[in-house]
């Protein structure tokens, strides 16, 4: 299984934005021991590339850990320096995608439009992140997926239990999932067995739907 597949073998891409570096460990133990493979560790969180670094290591083996909220190809670089499988970003931007296929890292860049989606598998994307998901809902991924069929989604932003089922329905690969998985009051309580138990949701939901769905790629 390559690292993409890997990736999306889950379904589940968790978005850790800005959690408390002490417990990001804890944190991470928890989504993956739930069954989440894809670990995006925002630029914008505290010591990012540190946590990459650090869960690079302890997942090697069992997660992929990758940066989100990358903007640009300086932070691409940083980033895969410090261990990133994947770069995911909230926006479309042809260098940093150039700079993780350089390196052989996964590419998913940040699309709203169909043209854009078009122009990153263009340019070498390896899915496309349907952001802000929740603006667009799963009728703009079925509609894209018919005449971009080779476009891989994952739509990302206001993604939750009762709507992955519609989104992987309409042709998504994966959902990318950031506050409705970590919760701020399981988080904040420490409570990494509801917070295990919640991502084996999330992830018994996408194979769920994925045994349903007649459009899945």
Request: glycine residues 6%; negative net charge.
């Given at each position: 299984m390559t690292i993409l597949e890997s990736l999306l073998d889950s379904g589940v891409c968790a978005v850790m934005r800005k959690l408390p570096v002490a417990d990001v460990e804890a944190i991470a133990t928890a989504l993956v021991d739930g069954g989440v493979k894809g670990l995006?560790?925002?630029l914008d969180?505290?010591?990012?590339?540190?946590?990459?670094k650090q869960l690079s290591e302890k997942f090697e083996d069992t997660a992929i850990v990758g940066a989100g909220t990358v903007l640009n190809e300086e932070q691409a670089e940083a980033a895969i320096e410090a261990g990133a499988k994947f770069i995911f970003a909230p926006i479309l931007d042809k260098e940093t995608i150039e700079v993780a296929k350089s390196h052989g890292v996964i590419a998913i860049p940040g699309v709203f439009t169909p043209t854009?989606?078009?122009?990153a598998m263009?340019?070498?994307?390896?899915?496309?992140?349907?952001?802000?998901?929740?603006?667009?809902?799963?009728?703009?991924?079925?509609?894209?997926?018919?005449?971009?069929?080779?476009?891989?989604?994952?739509?990302?932003?206001?993604?939750?239990?009762?709507?992955?089922?519609?989104?992987?329905?309409?042709g998504a690969v994966a959902v990318g999932a950031g506050g409705s998985l970590?919760?701020?009051?399981?988080?904040?309580?420490?409570?990494?067995?509801?917070?295990?138990?919640?991502?084996?949701?999330?992830?018994?939901?996408?194979?769920?739907?994925?045994?349903?769905?007649?459009?899945?790629k």
């Open positions: 995006e560790v925002t969180s505290e010591d990012a590339l540190f946590v990459i854009e989606a078009h122009n263009k340019w070498g994307a390896d899915v496309v992140k349907v952001f802000p998901a929740e603006c667009v809902g799963p009728s703009f991924i079925k509609s894209v997926s018919g005449p971009l069929s080779h476009v891989k989604m994952m739509p990302t932003g206001g993604v939750n239990l009762d709507t992955i089922d519609s989104f992987i329905k309409a970590l919760k701020a009051d399981l988080i904040a309580a420490k409570d990494w067995q509801a917070l295990r138990q919640l991502a084996s949701e999330f992830v018994d939901k996408v194979q769920e739907s994925r045994g349903s769905s007649k459009v899945l």
